[in-house]
């Protein structure tokens, strides 16, 4: 908290004071200042990077590391522990289904979000009338913001006076528990959150295919490839490169999906929907004692599983460049 | 002349980074040490957990007055209650605490636990005219670490309107039986039974607390044969279609939104829904929840305390002292909790409160009932059992395990 209030508040003054002592370092001139600017210049933004990312990275892996209770958190003494958070969590008869969830809920997400975007995408492209304005109405739900499209979606989701049970009703379904059955929860946030997740692929797919040349199109008709032909030998292959930073920047997005969870069911009910993310949470913050030690290893696992993909995108951006 | 605009640009930027840099030193290693109270000494800060009361509000006015009487300038600041706890503690571990802070009562024992509150014996705070049950709910190892500004509780509101239609006589409901006989009697009318909230946060175990106690197990014991009696009544009821199964999901909001919609014979909710009971259109009564076998189960005690929070410069407790002591005074005290719609902690103010309301009766007596989440020494140990409680709630109701699996495997977690 003090770091973001404070920073900015001392920063400009010694701007001004630095215009005073600027005599002195004129006289030290040496070969070496060039190299001294170049330091200088990164300074800034290496010292934004170790402000707001390397520091509380570290205090986060530090607090993984360390037993505390509230009052060695208050007083700052909590002892070094090693691993021994990261074995409470593995221990911890939550850590499989999270785990499974985590895979699930991402790779399902990831799935649908990618086919239905790219989809929508391919019939946008077509450029017919009111195409833009439809495209438009598409991003809405990346508009609004997340506590809003979650709390919709959990009031029409509800079990007895949800509008969708009422729809399901009205077709002589009997009445689905989305939120309250261990075996519905899953499926329903992961519904909610593929909603959310289109426009984006929408999005970028659509404009990877404005770079796919429409000569292509016209040559492969006079060949008389028909529709399904065109888009697998041509939309599909040419939009590689965007599909895969897509694909990679969904997953990563994705894991860390937090706050439809928790708004939808808060991880139950029994753990059935609980992923890392609201795993992390519901310890560092869900009970009147917080956990922060195991709150903060789980993060640091979901760290370690989006850097692990980070570094998958950075080589296939790489390889990119290359061909 | 040029090389000289760049060497002044260059060491601006040098100077920059190296004041950010001892910026970032000072902050972090913790010592910051200003903020909340050492910018002026004639300022006072109080957080609360009411963010629903404005600048404008008769809340906000009386802490100013408050101030104004002790001399010194107000800066209040109000949280999210489940924001409040986590703020305290960070604010505790920057030196930055509150000079005054109004808190839920069950994370007193956890903040007393982490030396953040003083005690009444620093702060001078006197607690004699306050109802012991109540105050027991900020007591541990017999130290006292404040004063509570209001208590609520649980009890069963019913709709008149629906038990008449449904041919239920309320005073027919007196034990479990007869209440879930008068449940099924409503269900054969085509209505609904009744609404509660069983969520997955310390909302669903303060909602299953007095069906809990009400049977007779005790907190240290989840998995004994009268808890699993008590969540078998809640599962039975889900089972037979008495209570919806959305109470899975169900704030105490969301519950009341149900018992709102005026399908719902009964609904156990809080003091602090009283107001829009009155608005909600139906005729209404309010019933103590009962025991397994008859009489009035305990109910646990809601409401906040007032606390005075450790601080670097102890010579500030004086006035905080005077503080707390104008928030809770008798005067005061009645107007905070009417606004509040809380029952009063001192027998004076009830009393003054039944007085001018006698719709209050059944409330005091209930506060009067009441228990707290933290007392039985139980403390900084009720969080985790809490939070075995409500995972066990969930997955009975939801049918994933049986309502005794589910409190033998909390029971052993808790261990």
Same mark, same amino acid.
């Given at each position: 908290m003090s770091h973001t209030t404070e920073v900015p508040h001392r920063r400009p003054t010694p701007g001004h004071s630095g215009a005073g002592p600027t005599t002195p370092p004129r006289a030290r001139r040496r070969p070496g200042s060039q190299q001294f600017a170049a330091w200088a210049f990164l300074a800034p933004v290496t010292l934004y990077l170790v402000l707001f990312y390397a520091y509380p990275l570290y205090r986060n892996i530090d607090l993984s590391l360390r037993n505390y209770t509230v009052r060695s958190f208050v007083q700052g003494d909590a002892p070094f522990t090693g691993v021994e958070n990261y074995r409470t969590v593995f221990d911890d008869p939550t850590f499989a289904p999270a785990l499974l969830h985590t895979v699930v809920f991402t790779a399902v997400c990831l799935v649908f979000q990618y086919v239905i975007g790219l989809a929508l995408a391919v019939f946008f492209n077509q450029h017919f009338r009111l195409s833009a304005t439809l495209r438009a109405l598409f991003l809405v739900p990346w508009l609004l913001p997340l506590i809003v499209s979650a709390s919709t979606w959990s009031w029409m989701l509800n079990s007895e006076s949800g509008v969708v049970n009422a729809l399901l009703g009205a077709v002589g379904v009997d009445q689905v528990n989305w939120l309250t059955s261990p075996s519905w929860s899953l499926t329903s946030v992961i519904i909610a959150n593929i909603w959310i997740g289109v426009p984006f692929n929408l999005v970028v797919l659509y404009s990877g295919l404005q770079s796919v040349p429409a000569a292509l199109y016209e040559a492969a008709a006079l060949d008389g490839a028909g529709a399904w032909r065109r888009f697998w030998s041509i939309t599909f292959p040419l939009l590689r490169p965007v599909s895969a930073i897509t694909l990679l920047l969904g997953l990563v997005y994705t894991l860390k999906v937090f706050d439809i969870i928790w708004i939808m069911t808060k991880g139950g009910p029994a753990d059935s929907s609980t992923t890392f993310a609201t795993w992390s949470y519901q310890l560092g =913050?869900?009970?009147? *004692?917080?956990? =922060?030690g195991p709150g903060a290893a789980v993060g640091n696992l979901l760290v370690v599983a989006a850097l692990v993909f980070g570094l998958v995108y950075v080589r296939v951006q790489r390889k990119q460049a290359l061909s | 002349m040029n090389s000289s605009s760049r060497q002044r640009r260059l060491t601006a930027a040098a100077l920059t980074a190296l004041a950010v840099a001892t910026t970032a030193t000072a902050c972090g290693s913790g010592s910051g040490g200003s903020g909340a109270n050492a910018a002026d000494s004639g300022t006072y800060t109080i957080w609360d957990p009411y963010p629903q009361f404005d600048k404008g509000s008769a809340w906000a006015k009386l802490l100013d007055s408050c101030g104004t009487e002790a001399g010194v300038k107000i800066k209040r600041t109000a949280f999210d209650t489940s924001d409040l706890s986590n703020k305290a503690l960070l604010a505790a571990q920057q030196d930055n605490s509150a000079d005054v802070l109004i808190v839920d009562n069950p994370v007193v024992s956890t903040l007393a636990e982490a030396g953040v509150l003083t005690t009444t014996d620093d702060n001078k705070l006197d607690t004699s005219k306050v109802d012991p049950n109540l105050l027991a709910a900020g007591q541990s190892d017999a130290k006292t670490y404040g004063t509570p500004i209001g208590a609520n509780t649980l009890a069963l509101y019913y709709n008149k309107e629906v038990l008449k239609e449904a041919g239920? %006589?309320?005073?027919? *409901?007196? %034990?479990w039986k007869s209440l879930t006989a008068a449940l099924q009697k409503v269900k054969k009318a085509g209505k609904k039974g009744v609404t509660f909230s069983a969520i997955g946060t310390e909302e669903g175990s303060f909602q299953f607390l007095p069906w809990f106690w009400g049977s007779g197990a005790k907190l240290t014991e989840l998995d004994s044969a009268q808890g699993v009696s008590a969540l078998s009544l809640w599962k039975d009821w889900l089972d037979k279609g008495y209570a919806p199964n959305s109470v899975i999901n169900n704030t105490q909001t969301t519950s009341w939104q149900e018992f709102a919609s005026g399908d719902y014979a009964f609904a156990e909710n809080g003091t602090w829904q009283l107001a829009n009971a009155e608005k909600a259109g139906f005729d209404y009564g309010v019933l103590p929840i009962p025991g397994a076998d008859g009489g009035n189960a305990s109910a646990p005690t809601g409401g906040e305390f007032v606390t005075v929070p450790v601080q670097g410069d102890t010579g500030r407790y004086a006035t905080s002292q005077k503080l707390v002591t104008c928030l809770t005074s008798t005067d005061n005290l009645y107007d905070t909790d009417t606004t509040l719609s809380y029952v009063a902690p001192t027998s004076e103010v009830q009393d003054k409160q039944v007085a001018a309301n006698a719709e209050l009766k059944p409330w005091v007596d209930a506060v009067k009932a009441a228990k707290g989440r933290t007392s039985d020494e139980l403390g900084t140990k009720y969080p985790k059992i809490s939070e075995q409680m409500w995972k066990a709630v969930q997955s009975a109701l939801s049918g994933s395990t049986s309502p005794k699996d589910a409190l033998s495997a909390a029971q052993s977690a808790v261990k």
């Open positions: =913050f869900g009970n009147l *004692v917080p956990a =922060f | 239920v %006589d309320i005073a027919s *409901v007196k %034990d």
